[in-house]
Nanobody, 129 residues
Framework: QVQLVESGGDLVNSGESLTISCSAS????????IAWFRQAPGKEREAVSC??????????AVKPSVEGRFAISRDNVKNTVYLRMNNLKPEDTAIYYC????????????????????WGQGTQVTVSS
């Protein structure tokens, strides 16, 4: 059974950078797409970025836009997916979760909100102004 554990969340100042990690146990992530989601207080959980088994990356339309600021990557040797976040804004404050669908490795990044059913516990990212 795949278990995901996020880490690296922190309190940072606006404009700073942070890298958060999603480590897996119980199975290799080599063949799975992994997505990062976030949930801010009082808001719904939203998909931020996803990386496929072929290393292809997707950045979803969130506000403020993360394209050009965030970068998703994976290290299959370490069984870990990263989210590098640059030029952080107070609006990026949220709990960040990673997720995947271990029973369906054929699922890519087209619809992680619907397809992904295995989640970590989240890591808090707080950006102060």
């Amino acid at each position: 059974q795949v278990q995901l554990v996020e880490s690296g969340g922190d309190l940072v100042n606006s404009g700073e950078s942070l890298t958060i990690s999603c480590s897996a146990s119980g199975s290799s992530l080599d063949y799975y797409a992994i997505a990062w989601f976030r949930q801010a207080p009082g808001k719904e959980r939203e998909a931020v970025s996803c990386i496929g088994s072929s290393q292809s990356s997707t950045y979803y339309a969130v506000k403020p836009s993360v394209e050009g600021r965030f970068a998703i990557s994976r290290d299959n040797v370490k069984n870990t997916v990263y989210l590098r976040m640059n030029n952080l804004k107070p609006e990026d404050t949220a709990i960040y979760y990673c997720a995947t669908s271990p029973l369906h490795p054929e699922y890519g990044c087209d619809d992680p909100v619907y397809d992904f059913d295995t989640w970590g516990q989240g890591t808090q990212v707080t950006v102060s102004s």
